[in-house]
């Protein structure tokens, strides 16, 4: 696709339901990533996955939360029994590059997640 | 460890003045540095990175940064602000040595308003 798409933009779930959210990324991106954003804050790195291998999953806050990525293209995110404070937007950004780290990201427009 | 910091929560300026978003930056060895741009309801979007070279980087929309390694800087400029500039600007950092894969630290974000 011409960019990464998430979905559902915006989602409400009162305290104790699970949700789960939904990354495209760009195409052939080797890279994908997973942040969080508190309102007022920079994004927060969650997990970073090599194609359908999970690297890093060092940011998850709990283990509340998971994410896949089974084929190597879609990911979801997904957080059990959820909190008033895992509101936050959820950002999904993308990379051609596998390793390095002076390759830019590109980001979805995020998920707005608010736990009532 | 790394981290980011914006000391300015928000910048003002003049449409047609030059327009300086600080930030400085901790890593234990060389490090990668980005400048994205938010605009609302968007995600990030990338703008200019260093690498290694000249320690002046031309970005998109007319931004440049300068990566100053003894003051362990890199702000953001313009030399003439748009009032279509106004968004909200986040530096961030990942250190060369640090891995295999391309974990990055964001800062807090500043927010610029160009005044017409």
């Known amino acids: 696709g011409a960019g990464v798409s998430q979905s559902p933009r915006y989602k409400v779930a009162k305290r104790g339901q699970d949700v789960a959210l939904r990354c495209d990324p760009i195409?052939?991106?080797?890279?994908l990533f997973w942040y969080q954003q508190a309102l007022g804050q920079g994004p927060e790195f969650l997990t970073y996955?090599?194609?359908?291998?999970?690297?890093?999953k060092s940011g998850l806050p709990s283990d509340r939360f998971f994410a896949e990525r089974p084929e190597g293209s879609v990911s979801t995110l997904k957080i059990q029994r959820t909190q008033q404070e895992d509101s936050a937007v959820y950002l999904c950004?993308?990379?051609?590059?596998?390793?390095?780290?002076?390759?830019?990201?590109?980001f979805g427009p995020g998920t707005r997640l608010t736990v009532t | 460890a790394q981290s980011v910091a914006q000391p300015e929560d928000q910048v003002n300026v003049a449409e047609g003045n030059p327009l300086t978003v600080k930030c400085t930056y901790s890593?234990?060895?060389?490090?990668?540095l980005f400048w994205y741009v938010q605009y609302p309801n968007r995600g990030l979007q990338f703008l200019l990175k260093?690498?290694?070279?000249?320690?002046l980087v031309k970005g998109s929309y007319g931004f440049e940064a300068e990566f100053n390694k003894s003051q362990t800087s890199f702000h953001l400029k313009k030399p003439s602000a748009l009032v279509s500039d106004s968004a909200l600007y986040f530096c961030?950092?990942?250190?060369?040595?640090?891995?295999?894969?391309?974990?990055?630290?964001f800062g807090t974000g500043t927010k610029l308003q160009v005044i017409p």
């Open positions: 950004a993308s990379s051609s590059v596998p390793t390095g780290g002076w390759e830019e990201q590109y």
């Open positions: 195409s052939g991106h080797v890279s």
């Open positions: 996955f090599q194609n359908e291998a999970q690297l890093d």
């Open positions: 890593v234990s060895g060389n490090p990668y």
């Open positions: 260093y690498i290694t070279g000249d320690n």
């Open positions: 961030a950092v990942r250190d060369m040595n640090s891995g295999g894969y391309q974990k990055v630290t």
